[in-house]
């Protein structure tokens, strides 16, 4: 492949933004999948809510307001959906636990169809956010005239410092510490006196919150409309698999991974449609476990 | 054991299933089922009986043998449109083509536990999906689908109408037999076995991944011919057949019937069919939102499905009788 440096920065920058929109939703997966051993599927369903709760708020009262309400309007859905829902599976195979968010998935994914139609819904990017990045006015190693969507690098910089951000509550708060032992061994917890219930209420929570930060500023990219959720859904679940099930490094790895396979295979469009299957199928066989998978995690 | 249980006990699922079946076009018109419907659920009675051989036994739950209802009715449809009209042929081969296909899924997806099983045949499905939609768009017809086959024969018998129905539901009572005879075989109780307790299995010295991969294989062929007859009956194939909508279906057909008792998902495919086409009138767009809230429904209250449901009543119905 003949490549340019300046092409080969622009494939670059769309890897990452794919990469970023599947890492976001895979870091919810992963913590909720490594925290409270469920197979969330209906998490393509909670970024289908937060898309068209941020679409909604955005275009009625501006960007702002869908930045302050929907991730926490999503926090709590995840928190009320754990306590409701998932807590009376716990004790279930796993099997119904899939089941059982696959039904709500649907019953989510058709109440928003009856709600919004099937049809994309325009997402209007902020005036700040809207045009193109002068790339080489930045990146002085770049020939000539390189631009690109200044709304993809935001996406790119959120997905940094929200990854950022949960990596600082895990590894520099108690509660990270806690829920980082709860996610070795939380029966162990559970004999210390921590109430380790409480706490995968709110990783739910934060799991679902993440999904709501990707909705707002993925919505206007991936497009607003039903289907979105389960077509994010089975990469996101790849990323997760293939970074290894509940490693956090791992999604964030295998998120940019899967991204830049997307990206610098777009001129191949036969390649591009099976890409992610065929890194799926080298790693589990090079790797059963993922990249960064651990011992003993559901074996 | 077997020996002293007589033909009857045995087989009694087998010859009402037969009686149900072959009567359908009788009592099927009177209860608003058009005619076309009744095969449609014969064919689908096929996917579920194997599917439950896979999930009802091993309780490995697949979201991706759209995967094999999909590449059959691809393989089927091909070979009547360049082959020949004779549907024998085709069926065979595309038994043959997604038998080979579920033995390097299954190899790869079996590796490790149900959770990984679930998500990578969901993912393997979909690249079908994709592969279909772009990669192989000169075969399958990408989004239109694939049309253009002549009318299928059975040597000289045109498949149409009744004669497609009586085809299949003869395939269906063969099959569901066959299902019923691996259920209280050897191999079928290793199956059950893998369910109930997989390590304590392995720690007797089986080999449980040989099972699973038998498991996985045998409900991959139901599909495939249940993929394959959905093209005898009507001559086209479209790329939903491949989709995850496709797959989610077949598991919320089992769930809603009843996983494990292979008579059980029969009912929930025969029920979400006829819920799908003739209730659905009064329901509109929002079908599936009520399909997806009698899902949860079941999953969360009545796991068993609506055998449970049968098992209670008859249950209460028994020990009332008693307490009198």
């Not at chain 1, 599976?89 to 928003?112: M, N, S």
């Not at chain 2, 006829?274 to 399909?291: I, K, M, R, T």
């Amino acid at each position: 492949m003949d490549m340019t440096l300046n092409a080969f920065t622009l494939y670059i920058l769309t890897g990452l933004q794919l990469g970023s929109i599947f890492v976001l939703i895979a870091l919810g997966l992963t913590l909720i999948f490594g925290t409270l051993g469920v197979v969330n599927f209906a998490h393509g369903a909670l970024y289908l809510i937060a898309i068209y709760l941020a679409v909604s708020i955005n275009n009625a009262l501006g960007f702002g307001l869908a930045l302050i309400l929907v991730p926490p309007i999503l926090f709590i859905f995840g928190v009320l959906m754990e306590r409701g829902l998932i807590q009376r599976f716990y004790d279930r195979p796993h099997t119904d636990q899939i089941l059982v968010t696959f039904g709500l998935a649907i019953v989510i994914q058709e109440l928003l169809k009856w709600a919004f139609g099937a049809n994309n819904i325009p997402f209007a990017i902020p005036s700040w956010g809207n045009g193109i990045l002068m790339l080489h006015d930045y990146l002085p190693f770049l020939e000539g005239f390189v631009v690109y969507p200044k709304w993809r690098l935001i996406l790119v910089v959120v997905s940094i410092i929200t990854v950022a951000a949960v990596f600082a509550l895990l590894h520099l708060t108690r509660f990270g510490l806690v829920i980082r032992a709860g996610m070795r061994d939380a029966e162990m917890m559970q004999f210390l006196g921590v109430n380790i219930n409480r706490r995968f209420m709110i990783v739910f929570g934060l799991g679902s919150m993440i999904a709501g930060i990707a909705g707002v500023f993925g919505g206007p990219v991936t497009q607003v409309s039903p289907e979105v959720g389960m077509h994010l859904l089975v990469p996101s679940f790849l990323v997760v698999v293939i970074g290894g099930m509940g490693s956090l490094g791992g999604a964030v790895i295998a998120g940019v991974l899967i991204g830049m396979a997307q990206s610098f295979t777009a001129p191949y469009i036969n390649l591009n449609t099976v890409i992610i299957y065929l890194i799926t199928v080298v790693i589990l066989l090079v790797r059963p476990r993922g990249l960064m998978g651990a011992k003993g995690v559901f074996e | 054991m077997n020996n002293q249980q007589s033909f009857w006990q045995l087989n009694k699922a087998v010859v009402l299933f037969a009686l149900v079946a072959l009567t359908m076009p009788l009592w099927f018109p009177l209860i608003n089922g058009y005619s076309g419907l009744d095969t449609k659920i014969m064919i689908f009675c096929i996917f579920l009986v194997g599917f439950d051989i896979l999930l009802g036994f091993t309780g490995y739950l697949s979201f991706g043998h759209a995967a094999f209802f999909g590449i059959a009715a691809y393989s089927t449809g091909l070979m009547l449109k360049n082959f020949s009209d004779n549907i024998i042929p085709a069926i065979i081969v595309a038994v043959i083509a997604a038998t080979l296909v579920a033995i390097v899924i299954g190899l790869l997806t079996l590796k490790r536990t149900g959770i990984y099983f679930s998500i990578l045949t969901l993912a393997f499905a979909e690249m079908f999906h994709s592969m279909a939609m772009a990669m192989l768009q000169t075969w399958t017809g990408g989004e239109n689908g694939l049309t253009g086959m002549p009318t299928p024969m059975l040597f000289d018998i045109k498949m149409q109408g009744s004669a497609v129905f009586y085809f299949t539901a003869i395939m269906a009572i063969l099959l569901f037999y066959i299902a019923k005879r691996i259920e209280r075989s050897p191999v079928g109780l290793m199956m059950k076995a893998i369910k109930c307790n997989q390590t304590r299995l392995e720690y007797t010295g089986i080999n449980a991944r040989k099972y699973k991969l038998l498991a996985f294989v045998i409900s991959a062929m139901y599909a495939a011919i249940a993929g394959a007859l959905m093209v005898v009956y009507e001559p086209f194939v479209g790329h939903e057949f491949l989709g995850w909508h496709q797959s989610g279906e077949v598991v919320i057909m089992s769930v809603i019937g009843g996983v494990g008792t292979l008579v059980g998902p029969m009912i929930g495919a025969a029920f979400m069919l006829y819920f799908e086409n003739v209730l659905s009138v009064d329901l509109g767009e929002q079908w599936l939102l009520v399909l997806g809230l009698i899902f949860m429904f079941v999953v969360i209250f009545m796991p068993g499905g609506f055998m449970e449901a049968v098992e209670r009543i008859k249950k209460r119905f028994i020990t009332t009788a008693d307490g009198e």
